[in-house]
């Protein structure tokens, strides 16, 4: 096995452990939380238990951010194993609660998918359409790695990703979701998912793809390796 396959092998193994890891907290919460079954409008939560789900998502994020950095020397590579790790993860995660519970009924079905800054929610099918396209993005980062040490995205591909993935936040978090002045999460039930600012977001990381692929960097198909 090459030295990028068995990196990506072994961050493929802690990715789906991790998200084995999360939908077990999500089966326990749900039995207390939930015993009739996960539904908007959502279950109030005490205050500690809602702080300790906020540092338990800060250390999620910090354990792929972990990986990342110990499975690479340099920025990008470390920005494409991060973004590799972090889209495995999300799509597991699905579909482990997908085994363990029998959820989503559908890709349509609305979820809570993340709770800093605000509380994010969405349908489940949102966030795996952002986890195929980071996937996609980390996969072009290598590739261009591989053909060019000096590798980077240009400013207007970062300007195009970043300002895509600000409106998919944007389309997750309105309306934001008061939280109650006891610190608990309060919400009602939530209107249907508007679709056109997360599209419009997709099309612009889609974009920055697009020119990311036509742009010629040496020998763009080289095949050789930088871990």
């Not at 961050?11 to 789906?16: G, N, P, Q, R």
């Not at 238990?49 to 972990?66: H, K, N, V, Y």
């Not at 997360?198 to 990311?212: D, Q």
Request: net charge positive; charged share 15%.
């Amino acid at each position: 096995m090459k030295p990028l396959e068995k990196k990506y092998a072994v961050i493929t193994v802690f990715a789906v452990a991790m998200a084995f890891m999360e939908a077990a907290v999500v089966v326990y919460l749900r039995a207390l939380y939930y015993p009739g079954g996960f539904a908007f409008s959502l279950a109030v939560l005490p205050r500690n238990i809602f702080l300790i789900e906020i540092a338990r998502e800060a250390a999620t994020i910090i354990m792929l951010g972990a990986a990342a950095l110990l499975a690479s020397r340099k920025f990008y590579g470390r920005f494409a194993v991060f973004l590799y790790a972090f889209a495995v993860w999300d799509i597991f995660y699905y579909v482990f609660l997908k085994a363990l519970l029998g959820w989503p009924g559908s890709f349509f079905e609305m979820d809570v998918l993340f709770l800093i800054p605000v509380v994010w929610r969405g349908p489940v099918l949102a966030p795996l359409i952002c986890s195929l396209t980071m996937l996609v993005l980390g996969a072009m980062i290598e590739r261009g790695r591989a053909a060019a040490e000096n590798f980077r995205l240009s400013a207007a591909e970062w300007g195009l990703l970043w300002a895509g993935a600000i409106i998919i936040f944007i389309s997750f978090t309105l309306p934001i979701y008061d939280l109650a002045g006891n610190g608990v999460l309060n919400s009602d039930s939530p209107p249907l998912y508007n679709w056109r600012p997360f599209l419009g977001g997709e099309f612009l990381i889609l974009l920055a793809l697009f020119i990311l692929s036509k742009r010629r960097v040496k020998n763009w198909s080289g095949s050789g390796e930088i871990c």
